[in-house]
């Protein structure tokens, strides 16, 4: 009996990794600090807060579509297969990783850029086109299977690069989507192994 397939998870802590240097490489070409924005005077606890509540509520949305829609079963059922049998410890480090690499390129870097350079201090201007490239990285192998992600993906991404506007740094949309990728990803991967 061949064992169940299982995602790689070396290669994605690579790969986020690498993602996470790409932007602070290109902050020698643009001055940002990928890290704080601006300060808005909040303690670091209600950052945490605002990004903890944004990724739990989006996690009992997830359930909730999980229970009703049909679409929403098939791609937890994909994730599922695409997953195989990770350790919760895996789950934990691929989580990690890419919330921290993504929310480092895409907020920390590009939305601020865009936000400061292409659309002349235009806050709105720079999370939508930010959320639209976040999403449109966001698509499965099987377009068919996959479009709810990147729809998905472009709604959480104008919420999480909402929550950078009125916070000013990186902690509340790290934690958002660490709180989101560690337990859908946690939720999936136990049910590989009921």
Request: overall charge negative; cysteine-free; glycine content about 10%.
């Amino acid at each position: 009996m061949e064992p169940d397939p299982k995602f790689p998870v070396g290669l994605g802590l690579v790969f986020y990794i690498l993602m996470g240097l790409a932007a602070w490489g290109l902050t020698f070409i643009w001055d940002v600090d990928l890290i704080v924005w601006h300060d808005n005077g909040w303690t670091p606890t209600i950052h945490a807060m605002i990004g903890a509540g944004l990724g739990l509520l989006t996690v009992i949305l997830s359930n909730v579509l999980e229970r009703y829609a049909e679409w929403a079963r098939r791609l937890s059922e994909e994730f599922s297969k695409i997953l195989g049998e990770l350790q919760l410890g895996e789950v934990f480090l691929l989580a990690a990783a890419s919330s921290i690499g993504e929310e480092i390129f895409f907020r920390g870097f590009l939305q601020q850029v865009l936000t400061d350079s292409a659309f002349d201090g235009n806050v709105w201007l720079g999370v939508i086109v930010t959320s639209l490239i976040f999403g449109l990285v966001h698509i499965g192998s099987d377009v068919k299977v996959f479009w709810p992600w990147t729809v998905m993906a472009i709604v959480l991404g104008f919420a999480i690069g909402w929550t950078y506007i009125l916070t000013g740094n990186l902690l509340a949309p790290i934690l958002a989507h660490f709180t989101i990728n560690f337990l859908n990803l946690a939720t999936i991967v136990n049910r590989n192994r009921d």
